[in-house]
């Protein structure tokens, strides 16, 4: 089970840290990405980080604001979310899955699903 929780309603320019906590299963042998999916527009890959290692990727829309990072002790993985716009305002949510590098974006390889968590950044 993933848990992701953190968002709210921050101002434009503001920073939000979300969490995704997993339940019956060790975070670090899987990967881990959050999506983002605004009203009226389909669900989009934000950022993934590996199982067997910290290398991790994001779309080139929130590069240099965000940071996913996981705590394995907590069995927890975070993004961080800075700078945040009035366009990054959408329903986040984790995933699990095993993806190759190029299909990270890819909804399908991913076999579970947390409920999503609200964020709202006003201009």
């Known amino acids: 089970q993933l848990q992701a929780s953190g968002g709210g309603l921050v101002q434009a320019g503001g920073s939000l840290r979300l969490s995704c906590a997993a339940s019956?299963?060790?975070?670090?042998?899987?990967?881990i990405s959050w999506f983002r999916q605004a009203p009226g527009k389909e669900r989009e890959g934000v950022s993934h980080?590996?199982?067997?290692?910290?290398?991790?990727y994001y779309a080139d829309s929130v590069k240099g604001r965000f940071t996913i990072s996981r705590d394995n002790a907590k069995n927890t993985v975070y993004l961080q979310m800075n700078s945040l716009k009035p366009e990054d305002t959408a329903v986040y949510y984790c995933?699990?899955?095993?993806?190759?590098?190029?299909?990270?974006?890819?909804?399908?390889?991913?076999?579970?699903w947390g409920k999503g968590t609200l964020v709202t950044v006003s201009s």
């Open positions: 995933a699990r899955g095993r993806p190759v590098t190029s299909a990270w974006r890819t909804s399908s390889v991913y076999d579970y």
């Open positions: 019956g299963f060790h975070l670090s042998s899987y990967g």
């Open positions: 980080i590996r199982g067997s290692s910290t290398t991790t």
